[in-house]
């Protein structure tokens, strides 16, 4: 959400940054934003007025009646009465003000960072760089799940029986690989000085209307019937909302933490749910990265970020790539986006595996993280979140690219103490 007082003095630079997201719907909120703040300020001011004439002329009536003015005094509560009955209406206008101005700037887009190119949809995104070589071997590799049940490891009749499409069990080794990924993930991020949580996979609506949009949170996210509870579908929500309505001192900062959960995701849209695969499910678990920075050092912490996935992710031997999300693709609250992709030897192409998102201080403003400051006063934090690794998605790109031509599965070194000491899996 964007400060009203830059929309109020800017408004041709947010008009243009809806026009740059391609979203020219939203233009006329700008101009209806900017005159209800207009006639919210002129009900507040009337109300400060009438508050402070309200006081006066009631400290007034004492002396009147002690003088035995009493005529006076009758004059003065009427005056008093009148002024009550119009301050109460001003103060219901301001409550609607308030609720309308808020309704229209939580769709109002942020100001996309000048770096990020300009485009329609993630069609139009720009690949940045690669790391590794991706590479095709000369044998046939079957799709994930056919790789999974040769290595007995994945059931999905079972799951579409207890739960329906977009769900499945794990199991032997592939469910210890599973953990494996995660348990190297969480050292890995914590060798790079990331502080290790587990949040609450629940959360309240406040925080859910704090950290995303609406259109996302209704694609989305689970509410838990009759509780003002929602499932998380990243733990960035949970983390980020654990510092609603407070007040850091500059010194806390940058909060660099990474957060192990489960997350659950509706998957509405146009891509469905696959019957047999595990790439769009309803049910992963993620070991997530976010970032509470001053603002001057955002970007610096934008760069840490994406290039932790990809460390991460070549320390595994998996050639990946980086691709800048386009304007047109970038979530509202987006500043800058990047996107993470894991090469497929058997589709021959890349594929997201993670995300990495600046979002400035709109989080922070929906949610009211403060950081105080004496000399040149409190502030908004910058937050950021992005992906270390989601598996089981990041369980085909492994998988295609440690396969053997006998069926077999490579282990490399680093997950190696976390299977075992084993080095294949058969």
């Not at 840490?304 to 990946?320: A, E, G, H, M, Q």
Request: charged content about 30%; overall charge negative; some cysteine.
């Amino acid at each position: 959400m964007l400060d009203i007082k830059f929309v109020r003095t800017n408004p041709d630079v947010v008009k243009e940054n809806i026009k740059k997201k391609f979203q020219e719907e939203k233009l006329p909120l700008v101009d209806e934003v900017i005159d209800l703040d207009r006639r919210y300020r002129e009900a507040k001011t009337r109300c400060d007025y009438l508050r402070s004439q309200r006081n006066t002329i009631s400290k007034q009536i004492g002396g009147m009646m002690a003088k035995g003015q009493k005529e006076e005094a009758e004059q003065a509560k009427a005056q008093v009465s009148s002024m009550a009955r119009e301050l109460a209406d001003l103060e219901e206008q301001e409550t609607v003000l308030e609720g309308e101005i808020k309704k229209r700037m939580m769709v109002i887009p942020n100001i996309i960072d000048p770096s990020v190119p300009i485009g329609k949809d993630d069609g139009e995104n720009v690949e940045v760089e690669k790391f590794g070589e991706p590479a095709v071997p000369d044998f046939e590799i079957p799709y994930h799940v056919e790789i999974m049940e040769k290595l007995r490891g994945i059931d999905l009749d079972s799951a579409r029986r207890t739960s329906g499409n977009g769900f499945y069990y794990l199991c032997g080794d592939i469910a210890r690989l599973h953990s494996a990924i995660l348990s190297y993930a969480r050292d890995f991020m914590i060798d790079r000085g990331f502080t290790y949580c587990v949040p609450p996979f629940m959360i309240r609506s406040n925080v859910v209307n704090g950290v995303m949009s609406f259109a996302e949170m209704e694609n989305m996210m689970y509410k838990i019937e009759g509780e003002d509870l929602y499932l998380i579908g990243t733990s960035e929500h949970s983390m980020i909302g654990k510092f609603i309505d407070t007040m850091l001192e500059e010194s806390q900062l940058p909060q660099t933490l990474t957060s192990y959960s489960p997350c659950f995701r509706k998957e509405v849209g146009a891509h469905g749910i696959e019957e047999r695969g595990v790439y769009r499910i309803h049910q992963f678990e993620k070991q997530e990265m976010i970032v509470v920075c001053k603002p001057e050092e955002s970007m610096e912490w934008f760069q840490k970020l994406w290039r932790n996935t990809v460390d991460y992710f070549r320390s595994l031997d998996i050639p990946v790539r980086t691709l800048e999300c386009c304007s047109g693709d970038l979530a509202d609250l987006k500043v800058k986006s990047l996107d993470v992709e894991a090469w497929s030897p058997r589709q021959k192409k890349y594929f997201e595996v993670g995300s990495c998102s600046n979002l400035g201080d709109a989080q922070a403003r929906r949610l009211g993280i403060r950081v105080k400051n004496k000399e040149t006063g409190n502030y908004f934090p910058h937050t950021l979140n992005n992906t270390v690794v989601a598996p089981p998605r990041m369980l085909i790109a492994f998988l295609e690219n440690n396969l053997n031509a006998d069926g077999s599965v490579r282990i490399p070194q680093p997950l190696r103490m976390y299977m075992g000491g084993r080095d294949v899996i058969r």
